[in-house]
């Protein structure tokens, strides 16, 4: 088809951008990196910190403490903040390539009397575009000439094509109708035309809309939330310890130290008595520090970082970088039907001849009546059949039923004689069936419709070896139509016939049946293995589809929605409505499926869900899904949806597949359980240091571990610790497990145990080797232990012993199970992070000197220190032991 407009001159172009602006939609402001690492300063566990820091700074001004130290709690602010930061930006940089890369659509527009190709960004008022099959309409605007069938269902949500009439020349603009009308967004599935911009960018109606998602405020996920929570609560915890302890440290020198007590003390030099107030603050200082798990942001950062590249391998793009910790919570999914569960495209998957067979493939079709099958369907189309590449031929001006049909055809489509037409008759709805009547290799007329129609009209069919046979009996053939049918196929019927066309147009009434093909939207292959693995997690999976309440039922069952429950509950749109809040929330547990759905929906379906406490997952990939996606507590847009509903989502699938759905809940629920392996072992460290800090004093040791020193074990080692983590296995049988509830505590009873019993183990034997002296003894090499350099070697020693210890700790927490290796060569960075944090650790214990308090140890001191380290190995396998009696194994129960 020809269209001469033309168009737009450089100059008017130039004019219109000038008045109405580009094309280009108006995103969402950008924090830049620099924001991200103020915004993520502010932090409760940040903000602590940053109070340390204030006060050793004033105290290293003042010079009682050294200038190491200060920069030690900088360095671990920077640190704590500048990961996280680092890896939400690279994250956001990665989405905006994704979507820079899909701005980047060339259109077809006429300027300066030439059909020329621009960015879809640089178009303007008044442009004349030409649209063909397959084009995504690129602005607002009118149709001038053509007509076309547009799928809308992008804006409006209805799956069936509308059909565009172009605006005749005696009718103005201003009284034109919708169906004058194409929007941005929308899908051009047949036809060609010509349509002039009247809107661009922000104010098209995709824009417009976009900007509202803009606007919308921003919610916390779960986990953050429970971070929030867990940071303000180890705030407070902080904030009292530090003063309970400056307070004992007084008291203990007041009334314990000194005889005589408080007025006694306060005749003791001025100078001895600011070094107990200067000690006391450092003490508070450790414990605020040592409080606070900074390595926590950055494990989360690395966990994230790490597996970016597995989610994108499996079509997964992490935009939030709490969204797919989100995903691993979930406890209801709304899904979409249409190429999430499904394929997206009509495709054939049943062929049914005349003697009820059914065959899957082309090729089990018997040869004789298969090539005539091909003769018929490849000479009675309106599409121009291109088999420039015979494995993908390319159709054009086939609609969808068509295009499935000739798809399964492809080995036969070739034809090597000529055909002539002779006559035709176009299928039209009242009809129900086209004609072609031909001459060349088969002289018939070429009859395809709707089943029922074609059967009616039938007195005999092909049989395997190409021989007409009569048809007196249908009852067999029309039950099995009826089955495919129940299974939502569409089914159409292909015949032939000797009788010609003539004058009538009519149907012949003795038409010779070739079979009939089941066509539907094909289930993905694994959707059903998908949908059962998110049911066994424990996740509510709700399918919500435009289509007819019996087909959306058929498309439940095969995908196993209905498996497990008594009652099929699917209910349409028009139900719903006549529904109050309160009767959707007793039926939305055993709801499975929402037919004829409007996106409208699925806002009230989030609300809801949401207000039943509920962690909500969301499918969109249109325009009006656009609000629904953002409000779910986790959004996923499709990589095949509109920019909208990915700038709304967390993630997006980048292959519409179901099944990395699943995929990344597996690896939120990993992420999840990597935060609680790190909590386990970080707050055992801080609780057991913030104990050897406080009853050290009162044992003679103002210090048993620096500042400098918990600063190093704190980020360092739990950087490493938490790198160890990070790499944790991404295990099948999490997703056995029932998802865990919003109001649930971040540290679970289990946790406590281990914290509380290995914290107080790990404090009680630090004090032991501290104060025992056959322990001192063992370090004294031969010295008094009493002397300066016996105990410099000795808290060398129990600098080491510490961080040992808890290095040991980490296999104790990186499994609930007996079996300390289960799965460990699965995480590759485990056991090498470990060996570098005693490798690490070795070295600067040598390398250390005044900065960390350390003097280099003899082997078999080294030996010693690694005896004492291994101490808590035994204990946590003795609670776990316990507990298991007690309680039952939560590995175990988790899966039943």
């Known amino acids: 088809m020809k269209f001469n407009f033309g168009g737009l001159t450089a100059q008017e172009v130039i004019e219109s951008r000038s008045q109405h602006g580009t094309n280009a939609l108006t995103t969402m402001d950008r924090e830049t990196f620099w924001d991200k690492l103020f915004n993520n300063a502010k932090d409760p566990i940040i903000i602590i910190l940053l109070f340390a820091l204030g006060i050793t700074v004033f105290l290293t001004f003042l010079g009682y403490t050294e200038w190491y130290e200060s920069v030690g709690i900088a360095i671990a602010v920077f640190v704590a903040t500048f990961v996280a930061t680092w890896s939400e930006h690279s994250n956001e940089n990665e989405f905006q390539k994704l979507l820079e890369e899909a701005s980047m659509i060339q259109v077809k527009v006429f300027r300066n009397k030439h059909l020329t190709e621009v960015s879809i960004n640089d178009l303007v008022v008044g442009d004349y575009i030409r649209l063909q099959p397959g084009d995504t309409i690129p602005a607002d605007g009118i149709l001038i000439a053509g007509n076309l069938d547009v799928n809308e269902a992008s804006l409006t949500g209805e799956s069936e094509p509308v059909q565009k009439k172009f605006l005749p020349e005696d009718r103005t603009e201003e009284h034109s109708e919708r169906d004058n009308h194409v929007f941005r967004a929308a899908l051009l599935e047949d036809g060609e035309g010509v349509m002039r911009v009247t809107a661009v960018g922000d104010k098209t109606n995709y824009g417009q809309t976009m900007q509202e998602i803009i606007t919308a405020e921003d919610r916390m996920s779960p986990l953050q939330e429970k971070l929030t929570l867990l940071g303000k609560q180890i705030s407070m915890f902080g904030y009292i310890g530090a003063s309970f302890i400056f307070v004992a440290f007084m008291l203990n020198h007041i009334f314990l130290q000194t005889e005589g007590g408080l007025e006694v003390y306060m005749s003791l030099p001025t100078g001895e008595i600011i070094t107990h107030i200067v000690t006391a603050a450092i003490l508070a200082i450790i414990v605020i520090v040592v409080a606070v798990p900074e390595g926590l942001p950055m494990m989360i950062a690395m966990v994230l970082a790490l597996n970016m590249k597995k989610l994108l391998s499996v079509k997964v793009l992490v935009r939030k970088l709490l969204g797919i910790e989100t995903a691993g919570s979930l406890t209801v999914l709304f899904s979409d039907k249409t190429g999430t569960l499904t394929q997206g495209k ?15 493939q082309l090729a089990k079709i018997p040869e004789k009546l298969s090539h005539m099958v091909a003769f018929s369907l490849r000479n009675n189309t309106s599409a121009s059949i291109d088999l420039t590449d015979p494995q993908n031929p390319q ?49 018939l007329t070429l009859i395809k419709g709707a089943a029922e129609v074609i059967l009616a009209n039938c007195t005999s069919y092909l049989d395997n070896d190409g ?22 196929m569409r089914l159409l019927a292909v015949a032939i016939t000797d009788t010609p066309i003539g004058e009538t147009k009519s149907l012949a009434k003795d038409l010779t049946l070739l079979g009939m093909f089941g066509m539907r ?9 998908s949908v059962k693995m998110a049911k066994d997690a424990g996740v509510h999976v709700v399918m919500i589809t435009g289509d007819s309440k019996e087909t959306a039922q058929a498309i439940g069952t095969d995908v196993g929605l209905f498996i497990g429950k008594a009652d099929n509950k699917a209910i349409t749109s028009t139900e719903l409505a006549k529904l109050s809040d309160a009767e959707l929330k007793q039926i939305l547990p055993d709801l499975s499926v929402i037919a004829r759905a409007y996106p409208s929906d699925k806002s009230r379906l989030v609300k809801i869900a949401k207000e039943m406490d509920w962690v909500v997952g969301m499918t969109g990939d249109g325009v009006n899904d656009a609000p629904a996606v953002k409000n779910a507590d ?20 980048l292959d519409d597949n179901f099944s990395s759905i699943t995929t990344a809940m597996l690896y939120g629920r990993t992420l999840f359980k990597s935060i609680r392996k790190f909590l386990i072992f970080q707050l055992t460290v801080n609780l057991s240091a913030i104990m050897v800090a406080f009853l050290g004093p009162f044992f003679g040791f103002d210090l048993p571990l620096t500042m400098t020193q918990l600063l190093w074990i704190n980020i360092i080692m739990d950087t490493l610790a938490g790198l160890a983590f990070a790499g944790e296995a991404a295990l099948d049988r999490y997703m056995l497990e029932k998802p865990i509830p919003k109001n649930e505590h971040l540290i679970n009873n289990d946790m406590w145990s281990s914290i509380l019993i290995n914290g107080g183990v790990a404090a009680l034997v630090s004090m032991i080797f501290l ?38 700790n980490t296999f104790n927490a990186r499994t609930q199970s007996l079996n300390l290796f289960e799965h460990i060569l699965a995480n590759k960075l485990f056991l090498g992070v470990i060996f570098t944090i005693f490798a690490v650790q070795t070295i600067f214990i040598y390398i250390g000197g005044e900065i960390l308090r350390t ?9 010693y220190v690694v005896m004492f380290a291994v101490i808590l190995i035994p204990v946590d396998l003795i609670r776990k032991l316990v507990r298991n009696a007690w309680f039952g194994n939560p590995v175990l129960k988790s899966v039943d």
């Open 346 to 360: 009509l495709v054939v998957e049943e062929f049914l001849t005349g003697n009820s067979e059914r065959y899957q």
């Open 634 to 653: 986790v959004g996923f847009s499709m990589g095949s949806g509109t920019e909208m509903t990915k700038e709304s989502s967390d993630i997006v699938i």
């Open 855 to 863: 003097v280099p140890l003899q082997p078999m001191e080294w030996l």
């Open 771 to 808: 104060t025992y002296d056959p322990v001192r003894e063992l370090f004294a090499r031969g010295m008094d232990i009493n002397s300066k350099e016996a105990e410099a070697i000795f808290l060398t020693a129990f600098f080491g012993f510490f961080v040992f210890m808890h290095a040991f």
């Open 521 to 529: 939207d094909a289930l993905r292959t694994n959707s059903y293995a």
């Open 395 to 443: 159709l054009l001006g086939a609609d969808r039923t068509e295009q499935a049909m000739l798809h399964f055809i492809t080995p036969l489509l070739k034809q090597e004689t000529e055909i002539s037409i002779v006559d035709m008759i176009a299928f039209n709805s009242s009809r129900k069936f086209s004609a072609m009547q031909v001459e060349g290799e088969h002289n």
């Open 467 to 488: 021989n007409k046979v009569a048809l007196t009996d249908t009852s067999s053939l029309e039950a099995e139509m009826s089955g495919l049918s129940g299974r939502a």
